[in-house]
């Protein structure tokens, strides 16, 4: 079992920024590759981006490109996503997922083992 807890979320104006950890127990941490997902009231869920089970590859999708950025630290068992130039249609609740294999994880919901219970973010415009 892989426990995963999303935290950093909150009300910020567009334009600014906030870093959403995502912190992890239970198994070995560095046998997964991790997701970010989010989902808006009334959509899908859709794929931010993912990092490595080792953080030496990382994708973002072309929606948030140029302005979030994944990382990991393996020793402290967290993910992050540095969030910039926050727009109101990022607003939505963050999932961090954690699924066991090599290379970038894959940005289908289904083939993730663990999720996080998501938190919550917020851009006014």
């Known amino acids: 079992q892989v426990q995963l807890v999303e935290s950093g979320g909150g009300l910020v104006q567009a334009g600014g920024s906030l870093r959403l950890s995502c912190a992890a127990s239970g198994r070995t941490f560095s046998n997964y590759a991790i997701g970010w997902f989010r989902q808006a009231p009334g959509k899908e869920r859709e794929f931010v981006g993912g990092i490595s089970r080792g953080g030496s590859s990382t994708y973002v999708a072309e929606s948030v490109k140029d302005r979030f950025i994944i990382s990991r630290d393996n020793a402290k068992n967290t993910v992050y996503l540095q969030m910039d130039s926050l727009k109101p249609e990022d607003t939505a609740v963050y999932y961090c997922?954690?699924?066991?294999?090599?290379?970038?994880?894959?940005?289908?919901?289904?083939?993730?083992?663990?999720w996080g219970q998501g938190t919550q973010v917020t851009v006014s415009s």
């Open positions: 997922a954690a699924v066991r294999r090599v290379g970038l994880p894959p940005s289908s919901v289904a083939p993730y083992d663990y």
